[in-house]
């Protein structure tokens, strides 16, 4: 998988804030932990893809409610 860099400058964009005010519930918590474990495996990945899956992977595993 390759990133232009415009997509790179997007991300950075994307994630340069994280506003509580600006969260919208779009997932189930199901759906969320889903897609944790394949940002997980992304996270693995050099440069800003690998940056940008830890940092959402992060991001939304703080988020979720304990459990299984």
Do not use: C
């Not at 918590?29 to 897609?35: L, Q």
């Not at 830890?54 to 459990?67: E, M, N, S, T």
């Amino acid at each position: 998988m390759t990133i232009s860099e415009n997509d790179e400058a997007r991300l950075g964009e994307w994630l340069g804030v994280d506003v509580p005010d600006d969260r919208v519930p779009l997932v189930t918590v199901g759906e969320a932990r889903a897609v944790v474990l394949l940002l997980q495996q992304l996270a693995d990945s050099e440069g800003a893809v690998g940056w940008a899956a830890r940092d959402v992977a992060g991001r939304i595993a703080r988020r979720l409610p304990g459990g299984d």
